[in-house]
């Protein structure tokens, strides 16, 4: 809203002066010592308003319309053309139509009968009656095993039932040769033969355990090995005999010094007991001794 919206009621309330108006106008409230502050002047009249009111009577008659132009009549006059050069060459007339095709009119004939001049020949031989057809092939013979198929009757006249599979093949024996020093593979079996010579060696058989021990002074680990074939242990390799001991029959391993040790070859084997778990086989080789340890069961 205007700051001038009520100027005619803040005047009036003035006393028709500017300067009080503007004092009641910026100090409205009746508590400021402005809002009634006496300037000490004459009063400043201001302008005197009043209030016209106009009132549309009878409208204004409308202007009067333009002035009508006189419309000048054409009287058009056609004035024939002049050529000014040849006249242009006449159309090419149309060309002719088509004659209509030609219909040329049958001339019917007599018909003359045909002499003949040679007999006629004679008809061909009829041709040979079709070969009659192969006999169908008698059915595949099922052969069943008689323990687990029943006797079948072949008819002509229907399907044979499928043979039956053929039974599956029996599993591989399980291999009784094995080598289980130094390594665990299976081996060819082989002839077993004791040398004469062979480092001192000494089994126990206990309830629940089978053990041999050989004492092996001075060989390398990779020089001896203990198979198992058809319940037989063998140890084999090559060991040290000490040639100044004597014959070897009772003489006793040991160590010593001495140059007079020979490399010598030798197998022995040990009959098992019975219920030895062969596959739980275990051998231990330390400090110069061998120990072969087989449980029972």
Known sequence: MSMFSSFDKDLKKADGCLHKAADMFFH??????????????????????????????????????????EEKKCECVCVPC??????????????????????????????????PCCPPAPPPPPPPPPPPPPPPPPPPKVECHPCCCPPVVIHHHHCCPPACPPPPPPPPPEPTCWRIYPCFKVIDKCKVEETEWHPMMKDYTAEKVWQLHVYLPDVGKDKVMVDICDGTVVVHGEGIFHTHCGMWPGHVEHCCDCTRKEPTPFVKQFKLPDKCKLKEAFVEFEKEVMVVRILRG
Do not use: Q
């Open 82 to 115: 002049v050529p000014c050069c040849s006249p242009p060459p006449p159309p090419p007339p149309p060309p002719p139509p088509p004659p209509p095709p030609k219909v040329e009119k049958c001339v019917c004939v007599p018909c003359v009968p045909c002499v």
């Open 28 to 69: 409205p409230i009746g508590e400021d010592v402005f809002h009634k502050w006496d300037t000490k002047h004459p009063a400043f009249p201001g302008p005197k308003l009043t209030k016209v009111t106009l009132e549309c009577k009878d409208p204004p008659p409308p202007p009067p319309p333009p002035p009508k132009k």
